[in-house]
């Protein structure tokens, strides 16, 4: 029997473009015209037209009155359904609000996604620093605060390729030497925080702590990012470790 074309044989490739044209869209292009999205994305005009009516049929694209196209309502519906940043951002939210009506500092809460930290909330405190960091947004594991933190618990084989770099440099005190780095991720486990100081832009400094969970992993990380000279780090270092312990302690107990 001959197979038909558009069948199973035809389902991994097609599935391919559509997370490509997806995967085109950044923080800095969260719109994009046809052209456009063909030149990140790799792929030719024309496949690009033709798949653009399904994916806005579905709702993972909608198209502006200026005839660019964004990310739909609908990806971002399914995309909230994970239950890793769901479940960890709704016991964690109340103990986040609480640190950032304390501190009136930015409170961020991130996971580990290979070598990357997700974050998956952040509430900005009134006249804080400006963070470069966004609610889905990725970062690098050795430059942020909650990065250092789930670093340091991952795994071995996670560690060394994080450490094997290359290492971007985000301001002249981003540290990119592997062997600080490594004394900096032992120190988090010590001391059960970690600090990043100008590291990602020179007038921030960030405190992060380590969320566990029922098997006593790391999770998560929580951090507050406050304006570099501000105050000490080890100030924030109790605030911040009080609030993970709470959120710890909320999804020990809780059922996911």
Known sequence: MTRRRGSESATGPVLGRALQILGAFSASCPEMTLSELSRRSGLPVSTVHRMLGELIAWGALERGDKGCYRVGLRLWEVAALAPRGQGLR?????????????????????VREGTEVVFVERIAGSGAVPVLTR???RFALTA?????????HAPDEVQEQALAGPFERFTPCTVTDPRELRRMLAEAR???YAVSDRQVTMDALSVAAPVHGRGGGVIAAVSLVVRHGSTSAHALARLVCTSARA?????ITSQV
């Not at 016991?91 to 950032?100: G, H, N, Q, V």
């Not at 959120?247 to 999804?251: D, H, L, W, Y």
């Open 90 to 110: 709704e016991r964690a939210l109340p103990f986040l609000e609480d640190l950032s009506q304390i501190t009136r500092e930015n409170v961020q809460l991130a």
């Open 135 to 137: 609610v889905g947004g």
């Open 190 to 192: 010590t001391h059960g």
């Open 247 to 251: 959120t710890s302690r909320a999804m």
């Open 144 to 152: 942020t605060g909650v990065g250092l933190v789930l670093l340091a």
